[in-house]
């Protein structure tokens, strides 16, 4: 069998200002003619070096140390960069993560095309442009002949992802190295531009190397997966027989730390992985995994693990495994019917939360909600000209209306650009609303005056998605934390202003500094250092701590796992439910992730383009979605179910501009069911339960309420 | 009282920059994340090098800085009742007495013995001659110039030179002392260290330019006793003396007018990215006005109106050098008022940038007043903006200084300044034979201050601005281990390996 791409023990280092970083540290894999294999693993694992080292375009300060790339009979690492350039670009091409960094903003996509086509095929002027519109034909873009002739910013990020992969396209390569494609892309858009890779490769036959930290995508997309851990591999296998059953304890972790609704339904505490990735630039003595592995034992410590096979093509890096050691200790059981233990078994870092049933307290719904939000409106008023007339809006929120009871959590669930964020803001009072009202406890919170509203400040509070732009890097934790606490005058107790707490620092207020941080797992001591010595993760307990210092009863989070791993995510939902929980906080969970929604969510709230769509409690709407829109968003979010016969709905385009939302229904120019009378007017409610609504003319209207 | 101190206004301002920077180092010591650039800075053996020769220059300007006047014989009578010289002076002038004093008839080349210009002389036998007559100082004590100049140069070089390496190799051995004391290791161990450059600072690069600096100030300071080194200049006043004088000038202009610029840079410019709204428009309006007026107009402009003012009221001031004092005060004033707009802008894009990042946002979650976001989160976070700036700029006003007396709206004439020196110098140029050495004298000082200032600007700014640090890291790459290995070819760092969803 001829392999397309041969990676033999791939060492590539990293020269750092202490030591060297062994970023990928004997790495092998093949690849074979029209296949997928997907490169699976956290962030700083090595994924992106090892594609680097392929394509020969490491940074400056990586070098390539020892191993061999073969592309077909060549070794690149041993051709002269002059014939490297030959190589990339036609023999292999690599599609980055962010479309928008990767295409020349002041080149037509026509001339970013041609230099590739002019290098590689001597193609110039009519020849040229006839398969650089042939090119953007494939990728499906509409008007091609017109469009190739614009610039990038004229398109949106799902059509300069499309960009990017007919750059890729254009030569013709054997192999595509898809670095996190989809990564930056919404669901909607990831779904087409997948189907559009599968596409290709069906037909053209070219291999792909599939770069993903999204076990989902890698699901949807492979044929064989590789899992790779601290810059080496750990496990490879084929699809169906990884997610069937993995074998390396990491693995088996990474699939057990997806939220979803599953965990939820048994009450389980998500299994994250305990620690971090740890630092490429130490010496391995054993198993690299074994600092965070549940399985560990003495010779994981001592001794790095060779490859042993589990069944066929399925092998994996581990002690666990290797059959010396298994005939050795019978009693223990043969290594299938371990993994299988154990996949069943919840690893320690749950084990202390395992037996807890969370107790989810059904409230009634007569009960008074904490915050209520009705028509709420922002509108961004655009300038133009010398004296800076308005011309128009921007209707970021354009009429949202809900409610959060005590102790629940809503999502609000949309793709980027719906005004997600906005709504947050607006509720916060950190944009000030057009027109709407926020009511919080009764009291309306819209045209508060600031000295007022300063004092409301502490029962709602936020954490943010960027844990590393959401710490000062300038001030020590314990600032950060005595921040909120000496301008709210929270917890100090007694009326203490804001300048004596300052100065003296009290014990009190220490002693709660110390106490927050213990909440959130960190030990008390850390409140000495400054941010940039904390991981991510660990940032966002930080985070989470700042907000809890002022005893909010609601924090709105605006995607606060969206930054961090999956292992780390899970870390951090297990922390947010525990407090829910224990201090009966409300959260309204700003999302576009569905697993996270399913597993956290009380009740959830669709947006498209400024408005809620559909609403009602998660099973309602995730399991019955009414509003085309939520069904096509449901669907196209990846799953691991291997068998997986679910039809996903593709929706063609993009987000529309807020600026001029289509009218009648926003959501008719994308709707796969759109009838005539959605380009009139904008539907009103539709009620499918007490708690369930949708605006969609698919079903019958209320009469008695156009609201939205 | 042998003398009465005298307090200039610049004088008092320079002090004030020194209390400052006193406490800011005490500051920067303690507080790790500005400590670890300066470190960086530490590092670098250019930028070590370059503060090794500004410090001579900085030591220099500080000696030329404490001003008094030395206490006459009082001829009037025994009132008991002590006289001061009419005079200011400097601590740099006393201790420079022979130069300041040693004045000859007129110009007379570097080293010379013999005065530039003929003059009639009458000879022994009652008839008169043109020729070159021996300078009244320079060269005084040969009995025969032409045979034993060279050799007395030379002798006393090599004198002066011995000296500053002697001197060289105290202060080395004090430095390796201090090492091995601090790491408790032996001092032969640390002398080695500082040879192979590994230490925290790069105290090599300071050695060799120290070695360097000691060797010229030893030759040049045996000579300056007994020769004009630099020749001298219409009046006979000594060259280098004016040149070392000058050193304070340019100090002055470049650290001062930052002092006077920072506080409009740092208000209006964060004020503007922050508050946006019409408080932005004003301020934008305001420094595009003003930077829209060719600023050397803008300058003349109130330079003369001051001259007339000050020519107008005499009686303000006690002594000459009070009176051009306040001028270049006011010089420093100006400039400054004039060029805060450059920093301004770069303060109000970064203050844009971080209004909206999330932890201002948290603080506005928490209530926090305006005041305190700017002051605990916006201005540490742009203060490095402000550094890199503050040092970059201080070159550019060395040299607008120079080229502002040359045209005769910078200091007052009677202030030895290095572009009034070279306006002094510029139509001896066109005499034949050439009067070359005020220029080059102006031309080299400055040169050394300006090219150093830059070398240091350059390393605090690799040390502090994150951008720049990223590409030059890690040079030390180990190339070619295997046969054939591959020329890695550098690509931006956002192809780095980071996940975000």
């Given at each position: 069998m001829s392999y397309v791409l041969e990676i033999n023990d791939l060492e590539t280092i990293l020269h750092a200002e202490e030591a060297p970083v062994r970023?990928?540290?004997g790495l092998t894999l093949n690849i074979m003619k029209g296949e997928t294999f997907a490169l699976l693993g956290?962030?700083?694992?090595?994924k992106s070096m090892a594609a680097l080292s392929v394509m020969r375009?490491?940074?400056?300060?990586?070098?390539?140390?020892a191993g061999s790339v073969k592309l077909g009979n060549e070794?690149?690492?041993?051709?002269?960069e002059a014939a490297m350039r030959g190589i990339r670009g036609k023999r292999i091409s690599m599609i980055f993560q962010e479309p928008m960094l990767s295409l020349?903003?002041?080149?037509?996509v026509a001339e970013q095309i041609g230099e590739v086509l002019q290098w590689h095929f001597r193609l110039h002027g009519a020849a040229a442009q006839e398969r650089i519109r042939a090119i953007l034909n494939q990728v499906g873009i509409p008007e091609a002949a017109r469009r190739?002739?614009?610039?990038?910013?004229?398109?949106?990020g799902g059509m300069k992802q499309r960009m990017m992969i007919a750059m890729a396209l254009a030569g013709e390569p054997e192999l595509l190295i898809a670095?996190?494609?989809?990564?930056?892309?919404?669901v909607t858009i990831q779904a087409q531009v997948l189907n559009l890779m599968r596409d290709l490769q069906q037909r053209d036959g070219m291999a792909i190397l599939l770069i993903t930290h999204d076990l989902g995508v890698a699901a949807q997309m492979a044929h064989r997966v590789g899992i790779m851990y601290a810059g080496e591999m750990v496990e490879t296998a084929t699809r169906e027989a990884f997610f069937r059953g993995p074998a390396h304890p990491y693995s088996r972790k990474l699939l057990a730390s997806l939220p979803g609704r599953e965990s939820r339904h048994k009450g389980l505490r998500l299994a994250a992985i305990s620690g971090?990735?740890?630092?490429?630039s130490r010496e391995f003595?054993?198993?690299?995994f074994a600092d965070r592995c549940?399985?560990?034992?003495?010779l994981c410590h001592e001794a790095a693990p060779g490859w042993a096979v589990v069944a066929g093509e399925h092998h994996v890096r581990c002690h666990l495994f290797d059959p010396d050691l298994l005939r050795r200790s019978g009693?223990?059981?043969?290594g299938d019917e371990e993994s299988q233990q154990t996949v069943r078994k919840p690893g320690r870092a749950d084990e202390s939360g395992?037996?807890?049933?969370l107790k989810r307290e059904r409230r009634t719904?007569?009960?008074?909600?904490l915050l209520s939000v009705t028509d709420l409106k922002v509108y961004f008023a655009i300038h133009k000209g010398l004296i800076k007339n308005?011309?128009?809006?921007?209707?970021?929120?354009?009429g949202v209306s809900l409610e959060i009871r005590q102790g629940k959590t809503l999502a609000l669930v949309g793709?980027?650009?719906?005004?997600k964020t906005t709504v947050g803001k607006g509720i916060l009072q950190l944009v000030s609303p057009s027109a709407g009202s926020v009511r919080y406890n009764g009291l309306e919170?819209?045209?508060?005056e600031r000295k007022r509203l300063r004092k409301m400040r502490a029962e709602f509070q936020l954490i943010f998605q960027d844990p590393y732009s959401s710490l000062?890097?300038?001030?020590?934790i314990v600032d950060i934390i005595e921040e909120g606490m000496n301008a709210l005058n929270?917890?100090?107790?007694?009326?203490?202003?804001e300048y004596r707490a300052e100065q003296q620092p009290e014990v009190s207020t220490r002693r709660r500094v110390d106490a927050l941080l213990e909440s959130v797992g960190?030990?008390?001591?850390?409140?000495?250092?400054?941010?940039?010595?904390?991981s991510g993760g660990q940032r966002q307990r930080i985070a989470i701590a700042r907000a809890l210092a002022v005893n909010p009863k609601l924090i709105v989070c605006d995607?606060?796992?969206?930054?961090?791993d999956v292992s780390v995510q899970a870390q951090i939902l297990n922390l947010l439910r525990e407090l829910q929980n224990s201090l009966g906080l409300a959260y309204l969970f700003i999302t576009h992730n569905i697993s996270v929604v399913e597993y956290l969510a009380d009740e959830v709230a669709v947006m498209y383009l400024g408005r809620i769509v559909e609403r009602g409690t998660v099973d309602e709407v995730l399991t019955t979605p009414r509003h085309p829109y939520t069904q096509a968003l449901l669907s196209a979010v990846?799953?691991?179910?291997?068998?997986s016969t679910r039809h996903i709905i593709h929706l063609h385009g993009d987000l529309p501009s807020p600026v001029n939302p289509p009218?009648?229904?926003?959501?008719h120019p994308r709707c796969?069911?759109?009838?005539?009378?959605?380009?009139e007017t904008y539907p009103a409610t539709s009620a499918f339960s007490s708690t369930h609504t949708a605006h969609c003319y698919l079903y019958p209207q209320e009469p008695d309420s156009r609201r939205f | 009282m042998f003398f009465k101190p005298v307090i200039l206004w610049t004088d008092a301002l320079v002090y004030l920059l020194v209390a400052i920077v006193i406490a800011l180092v005490w500051y920067v010591r303690r507080n790790e994340h500005f400590a670890a650039p300066w470190r960086r800075v530490g590092r670098s053996a250019s930028g070590m090098a370059a503060l090794t020769v500004l410090a001579f220059f900085v030591i220099i300007g500080l000696l030329d800085t404490v001003h008094l006047r030395p206490a006459v014989e009082?001829?009037?009578?025994?009132?008991?009742e002590t006289a001061y010289s009419v005079e200011v002076l400097s601590l740099l002038d006393l201790i420079a007495t022979p130069l300041r004093t040693r004045v000859e008839k007129t110009y007379s080349s570097p080293f010379?013995?013999?005065?530039?210009a003929r003059e009639t002389v009458e000879l022994p036998n009652g008839g008169q001659a043109r020729e070159f007559p021996r300078l009244e100082?320079?060269?005084?004590?040969?009995?025969?110039?032409?045979?034993?100049l060279v050799r007395d140069v030379a002798w006393r070089a090599v004198a002066g030179a011995g000296l500053g390496l002697f001197l060289w190799c105290m202060v080395v051995a004090f430095l390796a002392a201090t090492l091995a004391h601090r790491s408790g290791e032996p001092f032969l161990s640390a002398l080695s260290r500082i040879r192979h450059d590994d230490?925290?600072?790069?105290w090599r690069a300071v050695c060799l330019m120290l070695a360097v600096t000691l060797l010229l100030c030893g030759a040049a300071l045996a000579l300056c006793g007994s020769y004009h080194i630099l020749g001298t200049d219409k009046v006979g006043q000594d060259v280098f003396y004016q040149a070392l004088k000058s050193i304070r000038t340019g100090l002055v202009i470049g650290t001062l007018t930052t002092l006077m610029m920072l506080p409009f840079a740092l208000l209006l410019g964060i004020t503007a990215g922050y508050f946006r709204g019409w408080v932005d428009d004003v301020i934008q309006y305001l420094y595009t006005t003003l930077s829209s007026i060719p600023s050397v107009l803008l300058i003349a402009a109130a330079v003369l109106m001051m001259q007339v003012y000050m020519d107008t009221h005499?009686?303000?001031?006690?002594?000459v050098v009070a009176r051009a004092d306040l001028r270049l005060l006011f010089l420093c004033i100006i400039l400054g008022v004039t060029s805060w707009t450059g920093l301004c802008r770069l303060l109000r894009g970064e203050t844009l940038r971080l209004r909206e990042l999330e932890y201002i946002q948290a603080a506005h979650a928490f209530g926090v007043s305006h005041w305190r976001i700017i002051s605990r989160h916006i201005l540490p976070n742009v203060m490095h903006i402000v550094l890199i700036a503050t040092v970059m700029d201080f070159s550019g006003l060395v040299l607008a200084e120079a080229v502002l007396s040359y045209v005769g709206?910078?200091?007052?004439?009677?202030m030895i300044s290095f572009g009034t020196m070279i306006n002094a110098a510029r139509m001896e140029m066109a005499r034949e034979p050439m009067v070359w050495w005020a220029l080059f004298a102006a031309f080299s000082f400055m040169f050394a201050l300006v090219l150093s200032a830059n070398l240091f600007a350059d390393a605090v700014q690799n040390a502090f601005d994150p951008r720049v640090r990223l590409s030059t890291k890690a040079k030390t790459s180990l190339r070619g281990?295997?046969?054939?290995?591959p020329e890695t070819k550098p690509v931006s760092a956002?192809?780095?390996?980071r996940l975000s969803p």
């Open positions: 970023a990928v540290d956290e962030s700083g694992c090595g375009l490491l940074p400056e300060a990586g070098e390539i140390m070794d690149l690492l041993l051709l002269p020349n903003p002041v080149m037509t190739m002739n614009e610039y990038p910013f004229q398109f949106s670095d996190e494609p989809t990564t930056a892309l919404d971090n990735v740890p630092s490429l003595a054993g198993c690299r549940d399985h560990a034992f003495k009693e223990r059981g043969s395992a037996g807890i049933e719904i007569s009960s008074p909600p308005v011309v128009g809006h921007v209707k970021a929120v354009d793709e980027s650009g719906c005004g919170l819209v045209g508060l000062n890097p300038r001030m020590r929270v917890g100090v107790g007694g009326d203490t202003g960190l030990p008390a001591e850390t409140k000495w250092r400054y941010p940039h010595e904390f995607e606060p796992t969206s930054a961090l990846p799953v691991i179910e291997p068998e009218s009648g229904c926003h959501f796969p069911r759109v009838m005539p009378v959605c380009h | 009082n001829k009037s009578g025994g009132s008991g010379a013995a013999y005065l530039y100082f320079g060269g005084a004590h040969l009995q025969d110039p032409e045979t034993q230490t925290a600072v790069s005499p009686e303000l001031f006690d002594t709206v910078g200091v007052d004439p009677s281990k295997r046969q054939g290995e956002s192809a780095g390996d």
